[in-house]
């Protein structure tokens, strides 16, 4: 292969297409780099050439699903900062910016395929490969929404926000990932194929975690008075 080949742009994709397949299929730690030229149908200098590493195309093929996703959230969170001035933030607005996109972007077919498969991934790997990926490309997105809820919800401690946008985030996670089981276990009277309808039934649902009030005592004291009382 000579260097005109390596340095064309299908080359690259094409090695990008053969190792989602296999990562999203397989596992990250569970397919080599011999596998993946051969699913490409390229040499193994081409990888080298084009990423460095097993490790860096790793991160290339993750972060070419997720970076505009997460460019989208923080252009609409943006907007949203610009709107609201120096007055309070509305922590709808923020969630909409934040999960709303992702929504969308999953009903559409071939887009929204491949990004169920990324976050599945994601989510499921624990090697320090997929770890530090998720670090990278996740890093600005969180820092910002972070703030931004915080600026949303100045009565609650940090903490609690911490654990409200937790909370918010794993009911978006299971949506994207776990679509299809809804509709089997309810025969269909629950199908995520709506999707201005599913957009309004999770940010409803998280808009009234966030904004619930906060018991005087902590939440562990809470669950131990309620053990108590059982007993």
Known sequence: MNSSTLMSVPTKEQILDAAERLITERGIDAVSLRAITAEANVN???????????????HKVFER??????????????????????????????????????????????????????????????????????DDLFRELVEKFRAAFARALPGLPPAEV??????????????????????????GACDTADTDALVERIIRFCVAGM???????????????RLEAIQ
């Open 162 to 187: 911490a654990w409200r946008v937790h909370f918010a985030v794993g009911a978006m996670v299971h949506t994207l990932t776990e679509s299809e089981k809804i509709k089997r276990f309810t025969d």
């Open 211 to 225: 904004r619930a009030g906060v018991s005087e005592q902590s939440p562990a004291a809470v669950a131990e008075n």
């Open 44 to 58: 193994l200098a081409a990888v080298h050439y084009h990423f460095g590493s097993k490790e860096g195309l790793v």
């Open 65 to 134: 699903r997720i970076r505009p996703l997460n460019q989208t959230r923080l252009e609409r969170l943006a907007a949203a900062e610009r709107a609201a001035g120096e007055g309070p933030l509305d922590v709808e607005v923020v969630l909409r910016a934040l999960i709303e996109p992702a929504i969308r972007l999953s009903s559409e077919h071939e887009r929204g395929s491949q990004l169920m498969r990324m976050c599945g991934r994601i989510y499921a790997e624990q090697s320090a490969a997929v770890q530090e990926t998720f």
